[in-house]
């Protein structure tokens, strides 16, 4: 079955980095579009970054983008986020996410935890 | 940005009574290939979000079926016929027609 796990959430300082991995297994990695989605008590849901299965095409929410990076080992049937300059307001869950039929984000990870704080 | 505009925000509700949820878009949602790309989603206490309902009615593998979707354009609904007590949770509307994809700021459903 389709499985998604995150990991690399921490708690850091404003300013700092960090780097969040997703593990796929129970499907073919390299023949779909992955996506980073956040959670917040105070923004809900949020969209933040879009990879396409070679990785050619990439997008970024407007309040990520310049400071975060998404990419994929195929090979590895992996998803990474990298995120720099870290702020307060990225403190979230992050999920990644995968579609199915044909329409958004059908499968989910069980998040990991980012704190940004001092 | 599209807005999606849930209500209501909570919503109590009695077991094995009927529940619906709106969402509205601030933009048609029919997409240049004649699907309309609005998703619902349930999250339960301290789980992921899990979708239950795509392109406005189809259900999810799994999904019992006294859920169900309707609407077209801009007007959306849930509804949930007998509500159970596994149903407790915040449930998102979402739209994947116009980019990005936008979440609805969930209703929370509860037990009056």
């Known amino acids: 079955q389709v499985q998604l796990v995150e990991s690399g959430g921490a708690l850091v300082k404003p300013g700092g980095s960090l780097r969040l991995s997703c593990e796929a297994s129970g499907f073919p990695f390299r023949e779909y579009y992955m996506y980073w989605i956040r959670q917040t008590p105070g923004r809900g849901l949020e969209w933040i970054a879009y990879i396409t299965e070679t990785g050619g095409t990439i997008y970024y929410a407007a309040s990520v983008k310049g400071r975060f990076t998404i990419s994929r080992d195929n090979a590895k049937n992996s998803l990474y986020l990298q995120m720099n300059s870290l702020r307060v307001e990225d403190s979230a869950i992050y999920y990644c996410?995968?579609?199915?039929?044909?329409?958004?984000?059908?499968?989910w990870g069980q998040g990991t935890l980012v704190t940004v704080s001092s | 940005d599209v807005v999606m505009t849930q209500s209501p925000l909570s919503l109590p509700v009695t077991l094995g009574q009927p529940a619906s949820i709106s969402c509205r878009s601030s933009q048609s949602l029919v997409y240049s290939d004649g699907n309309t790309y609005l998703n619902w989603f349930q999250q339960r206490p301290g789980q992921s979000p899990r979708r239950l309902i795509y392109?406005?009615?189809v259900r999810d593998s799994g999904v019992p079926d006294r859920f169900s979707g309707s609407g077209s354009g801009t007007d959306f609904t849930l509804t949930i016929s007998r509500v159970e007590a596994e149903d407790i949770g915040v449930y998102y509307c979402?739209?994947?027609?116009?980019?990005?994809?936008?979440f609805g700021q969930g209703t929370k459903l509860e037990i009056k």
């Open positions: 996410a995968r579609d199915t039929s044909g329409s958004h984000f059908g499968y």
């Open positions: 392109k406005v009615s």
């Open positions: 979402m739209q994947g027609t116009h980019w990005p994809p936008v």
